[in-house]
């Protein structure tokens, strides 16, 4: 049977594009914690994936802003992570408090620091 299923997957491998070796990698589970998401390491491909999933809708796929929420290429180099923390946590204006663990916290932060930079100083360029 081995030969006969080989032959077949062989088949369907030749049509499909192999995946990338790090999509089979990526694992987003995480453990129940109390930690604050500034202890823990964030992984940026993870938050990714929150992002699409939370953020997209308001402040757009790319996170370039929508009339729902502001363009975050203008705020997250302006600011630390324990100030993009206290948003997600209490949730300015019209963006409702994010319900994230402490781990997807993290990840989402390390998403952001991925597109838009490390923080630079607080000097706000729109403020
Ligand atoms: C319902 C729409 C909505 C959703 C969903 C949303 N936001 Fe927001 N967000 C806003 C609004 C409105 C503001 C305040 C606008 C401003 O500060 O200019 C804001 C502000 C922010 C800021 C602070 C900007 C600043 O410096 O004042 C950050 C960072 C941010 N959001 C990140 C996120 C992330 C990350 C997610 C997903 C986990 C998310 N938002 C989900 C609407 C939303």
């Given at each position: 049977m ?50 699409a ?60 620091r ?6 630079q100083?607080?000097t706000?360029?729109?403020?």
């Amino acid at each position: 049977m081995w030969w006969l299923m080989a032959g077949l997957l062989g088949c369907e491998g030749a049509s499909e594009p192999e995946p990338a070796p790090e999509d089979t990698a990526l694992d987003c589970t995480f453990e129940e914690s109390t930690t604050s998401p500034l202890e823990l390491e964030g992984r940026a491909r993870c938050g990714a994936d929150l992002y699409a999933d939370a953020c997209a809708s308001c402040h757009g796929e790319d996170g370039s802003g929508t009339e729902l929420g502001a363009d975050l290429e203008q705020h997250i180099p302006y600011h630390t992570d324990a100030e993009i923390v206290l948003v997600l946590v209490t949730g300015p204006e019209s963006m409702e408090p994010q319900e994230l663990a402490p781990q997807e916290t993290a990840d989402v932060i390390a998403h952001l620091r991925d597109w838009f930079g490390d923080y630079q100083g607080s000097t706000h360029p729109t403020r």
